[in-house]
């Protein structure tokens, strides 16, 4: 394939083909002015502005590439990392806030036999997580070989959920948002064995044998999605505000660093800017009104680097 020739000198960033994280992690590229172009038919897209190409694989596969370090960068979940049986290459370098489940044990809610993890034990579990269930049973179980292990762990790549109505299993360990496919599947969470969220994730040794500009990229990359992250966390806020109550303001308002204070048109009035975190922007626009200040302002921040 004539696209691999043009491989050498770019940093392969690995992030999901398809499935849950699929949308958020190409928007996230995007946001971060990391362009690259898609042959459908291909799995590899080269960067049209940086020297770097995206590789597109499953979710579960993009540990083991970036463990190995063909793959320098990746996007995948905890969960995928923590399941993969070779990862001690891989750091997680930034939570990037979407992605957000458990890794719960299910069971069918109308159980009269199993009603906690100690009553699976000798029985059978359905998972798409055979590694992290397994360890899950060995500490429960008190066995240190996987071949002591009484419990029977069976791995199926989807659709864990339809196991215990169909017989296979006595219960599932699974991955858990809402709770709304488990309920609809007659299933209770009875312990939850890992909360794992999307990131990214490198290979620090693997970085250090890169070109000097290509070491200068990663940076480069991190400090971009680190920027789209912290634009997402906060907004800009604005607003007018009578001198005398600054004192008062500046304690709601402190900004990321200090708020910038200016003067205005107005003799006694200052205006005021500063980020402010998104998730209290109500909270904190009402408590500037009942401290004095008026004319207020709220922006997005479409990019930042702070
Ligand atoms: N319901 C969910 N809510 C939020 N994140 C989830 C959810 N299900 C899975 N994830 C996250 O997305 C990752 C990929 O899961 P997904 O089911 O989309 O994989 P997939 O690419 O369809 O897998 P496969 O190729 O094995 O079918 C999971 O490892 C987890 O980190
Ligand atoms: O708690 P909820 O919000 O209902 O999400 C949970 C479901 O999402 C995942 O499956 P997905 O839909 O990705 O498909 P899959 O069963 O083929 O893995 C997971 O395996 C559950 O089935």
Redesign the pocket.
């Known amino acids: 394939m004539e696209l691999v020739n043009h491989l050498n000198d770019r940093l392969l960033i690995a992030i999901p083909k398809k ?2 994280l699929y949308e958020k992690c190409s928007k996230i590229l995007k946001d971060s002015d990391i362009y690259f172009k898609k042959n459908p038919r291909l799995d590899i897209a080269l960067g049209t502005n940086l020297p770097i190409a995206i590789i597109f694989l499953r979710a579960a596969d993009i540990p083991t590439f970036v463990n190995n370090g063909k793959c320098i960068l990746g996007i995948t979940g905890v969960d995928e990392v923590q399941e993969c049986e070779q990862n001690d290459q891989i750091s997680l370098a930034m939570d990037l806030n979407f992605g957000n ?1 458990k890794l719960q044990v299910q069971i069918p809610e109308n159980s009269e036999t199993i009603h906690t993890v100690e009553d699976l034990i000798g029985k059978t579990i359905v998972t ?1 997580f055979v590694n992290l269930t397994k360890q899950y049973f060995m500490k429960l179980e008190n066995c240190t070989d996987v071949s002591q292990l009484k419990t029977k762990v069976l791995y199926v ?5 339809a196991s215990c109505a169909l017989g296979v299993a006595d219960g599932i360990v ?11 599947c007659g299933l209770k969470a009875i312990e939850t064995l890992l909360s794992t969220s999307a990131h990214l994730i490198e290979n620090e040794e693997k970085i250090k044998e890169l070109s000097e500009d290509l070491q200068k990229l990663t940076k480069v990359i991190k400090s971009r999605i680190q920027g789209v992250l912290t634009a997402q966390k906060y907004v800009y806020c604005n607003y007018n505000a009578p001198q005398e109550n600054l004192p008062e303001l500046l304690k709601i308002t402190p900004g990321r660093r200090a708020p910038t204070i200016s003067k205005i048109d107005d003799e006694g009035w200052v205006a005021v800017s500063a980020m402010i975190e998104r998730k209290r922007k109500g909270d904190i626009m009402d408590d500037l009104v009942s401290n004095g200040a008026s004319d207020i302002m709220v922006f997005e921040i479409s990019n930042c680097r702070v």
């Open positions: 499935g849950r489940c798409s790549g989807g659709s864990v959920e699974d991955l858990v948002e809402s709770g709304e496919t488990m309920r609809a």
